[in-house]
């Protein structure tokens, strides 16, 4: 049984996971593009080294956790979703990717062979597998 909080966390980094894959491109192609000159300030103390090259800089700058958090999260659907079938990765985009708000409900998706019970089993497969992933579901 999996608890209803881990179950509505996983299901909303799924529904979140196009608009984070576009923000953390965004985020490394900000980090590439910029030099060691823009806004690297940072306190100096005795035991601080300042980077020996813009390469170093950029290279402290992806170290970010929220870099971290968002790769992970993009990582396990982008894992999940590459390992089913192309039948249920279209069940996949369209409950959780048609809406950015909401679940589409099963008998409302339209275009997909399975009945509402085969498709509650591949959702359930999926946010288990994702939370497995990400460490939200034991």
Not at 108 to 134: A, C, D, F, P
């Amino acid at each position: 049984m999996i608890e209803r909080e881990a179950w509505k966390i996983v299901e909303l980094i799924i529904r979140r996971y196009p608009d984070k894959k576009k923000e953390y491109e965004q985020y490394i192609a900000e980090i590439m593009a910029s030099s060691l000159a823009t806004g690297m300030s940072i306190k100096e103390s005795e035991d601080y080294t300042k980077p020996q090259s813009i390469t170093e800089a950029k290279a402290l700058k992806m170290t970010s956790a929220y870099a971290e958090r968002l790769k992970k999260q993009i990582e396990a659907v982008e894992f999940v979703y590459n390992n089913l079938k192309p039948e249920e990765q279209k069940v996949m985009r369209i409950r959780f990717w048609t809406d950015r708000r909401r679940n589409i409900p099963y008998l409302k998706m339209k275009g997909v062979s399975y009945s509402e019970m085969q498709m509650r089993r591949i959702v359930y497969k999926i946010i288990v597998q994702t939370g497995r992933y990400l460490g939200e579901i034991a």
